[in-house]
C-alpha cells in the first residue's frame, strides 16, 4: 500500500523527493511537468544502477566514444557522474531513435536525446559483414563474435552514434548540452550492458536485420494480412451447403511399457536341451453317427417346432412300425417322422417323452412304443 494512501495527504513540498515510488504515486507537480516536456505519461520509474564491474561489449563501446560531438566541460562531466553514482538518475526509457530520461537535481528535470538512425549505405554493410561469420541473433545482440566484428558494429556511424547524430534538450534553464543530459548518456552505457538490444532500437535496427533473417526498416516481422475464414462461416454467409470434413481425432501416441522394454532388453537364457520324445497318440474319435439308409431323414429332438422338418428333409417315409430287440426280446419301435405323419403333434410327441410313454432309443428320431402308446397310435395306423 502507498505510504499516504487512506490518510491526509501532506502538502507537497514536505513529500522526501529522494523516494521516487512516493513523488511518483502523489503524482507530483515537477512529475507533472516532465510528463507535459516529453508529451507522454510516465507509468514507473526505471532508473539505472552503476555496474561495477567494467562494461563490455556494445556498452563499452558506447561509453568509450562519448560525448559524440558534444561539448560537456569538465564540471558538468564531473556532475554527470554524481548523478549516476548516487542514483539520481531515476528513468531512462529507449525508445526507437529516442531516449527520455529524469534526472533529480535541485528538483527533477525531463531530458530528451534525439538520435540519427544507421544510415542504409552502412547498415548494408553490417549486413554483409555479418554473413557467414555468426551463428545466431544471440550472438549479434550479447556481441559474442570476434573483435574484429565487434569493432565493426560498435564503431562511430554504426552502432554508436558519431559527431552530429545525437541532439540532446533538457527542461532546466542551462544551455545546451547540460550535465542532465550527460548523466543520462552516461547511464545509457551501464543500460546497454544489461539489455544490449536496445542499442539496436535506439539506432533504428535490429539484431535479426543485421543478421539477415529480416529486410532493413524492420524491428519486427510484419503481422500477417491474410485472413482465413472457416467453411462454416462461408457457408452461412452465402448460403451454400459446403461439406465440411470433421476435424482429425487426436490420437495419443502409445505409452512406453516398463514392463515390455524390460523384457526386451534382459539377457536371454539358453533354451534347456530336451530329448525328443514319441509324440502323444491322439485320442481315439468317437464313432460316427449311424446314418439312415438311402432316402432317410435327419432331425434335431431338441427342435420343439418341427412343423417345417418336411420341408427341410425333403418329406418322411411310409408310416410304419418296425420290430427291434433288446437282450433278444421283440419291441415295437417308430419314428418321430411316422408320428407326425399320423397327425400328432410335437407337443404330443414331447409330452409323450417326457411322461415315458415313449422311450428314446440309441437311434435319433427313433422312439420304443410302450403299451400305452401301442394303444393309442394303433388306431392311427393305415390298414393294409
Not at 558538468?76 to 525508445?95: E, F, K, M, P, T
Not at 407337443?347 to 415315458?356: A, C, E, K, T, Y
Request: aromatic share 6%; proline share 11%.
Amino acid at each position: 500500500m502507498h505510504p499516504w494512501r487512506g490518510r491526509s495527504r501532506p502538502p507537497q513540498q514536505e513529500l522526501n523527493m529522494q523516494d521516487p515510488d512516493a513523488v511518483l504515486g502523489e503524482r507530483h507537480p515537477q512529475v507533472i511537468a516532465c510528463e507535459t516536456f516529453f508529451g507522454a505519461p510516465v507509468r514507473r520509474f526505471e532508473g539505472v544502477t552503476p555496474q561495477v564491474e567494467p562494461l563490455e561489449g556494445w556498452a563499452r563501446a558506447w561509453d568509450l566514444h562519448q560525448p559524440f560531438g558534444l561539448k560537456f566541460d569538465d564540471e558538468q562531466i564531473r556532475q554527470a557522474h554524481h548523478y549516476l553514482d548516487s542514483g539520481l538518475v531515476w528513468h531512462v526509457d529507449v525508445l526507437r531513435r529516442q531516449v527520455r530520461g529524469i534526472v533529480l537535481g535541485s528538483q527533477l528535470y525531463a531530458v530528451e536525446i534525439d538520435v540519427a538512425p544507421i544510415p542504409d549505405v552502412t547498415e548494408a554493410e553490417l549486413i554483409e559483414a555479418l554473413e557467414g561469420r555468426v551463428n545466431s541473433v544471440r550472438d549479434v545482440t550479447w556481441a559474442r563474435m570476434d573483435d574484429e566484428l565487434v569493432g565493426a558494429l560498435g564503431r562511430p556511424g554504426a552502432l554508436v552514434p558519431e559527431k552530429g547524430e545525437v541532439r540532446a534538450r533538457c527542461s532546466c534553464a542551462n544551455r545546451n548540452p547540460c550535465k542532465h543530459a550527460a548523466a543520462v548518456l552516461l547511464a545509457l552505457g551501464h543500460r546497454f550492458s544489461v539489455k544490449p538490444g536496445e542499442i539496436f532500437r535506439l539506432r533504428g535496427t535490429s539484431a535479426e536485420v543485421l543478421r539477415g533473417i529480416l529486410p532493413p526498416g524492420m524491428s519486427k516481422p510484419p503481422p500477417s494480412s491474410e485472413r482465413i475464414i472457416d467453411l462454416e462461416t462461408v457457408a452461412n454467409v452465402f448460403d451454400l451447403r459446403l461439406e465440411i470434413p470433421p476435424e482429425p481425432e487426436l490420437v495419443e501416441a502409445p505409452r512406453p511399457d516398463p514392463l515390455a522394454d524390460f523384457l526386451e532388453h534382459a539377457p536371454k537364457e539358453e533354451p534347456a536341451r530336451v530329448e525328443a520324445l514319441e509324440p502323444p497318440t491322439p485320442p481315439p474319435q468317437p464313432p460316427p453317427a449311424p446314418a439312415r439308409a438311402a432316402g432317410g431323414w435327419l432331425d434335431d429332438d431338441w427342435d420343439d417346432d418341427d412343423s417345417s422338418d418336411d420341408e427341410v428333409f425333403g418329406g418322411s417315409l411310409p408310416t410304419q412300425v418296425s420290430v427291434g430287440s433288446i437282450d433278444g426280446e421283440e419291441i415295437l419301435e417308430i419314428g418321430r417322422a411316422d408320428l407326425l405323419e399320423l397327425g400328432l403333434p410335437s407337443h404330443r410327441i414331447q409330452r409323450w417323452l417326457s411322461d415315458g410313454t415313449l422311450v428314446r432309443t440309441p437311434k435319433r428320431g427313433q422312439y420304443q412304443l410302450t403299451p400305452d402308446a401301442w394303444a393309442m397310435i394303433e388306431p392311427l395306423l393305415p390298414s393294409d
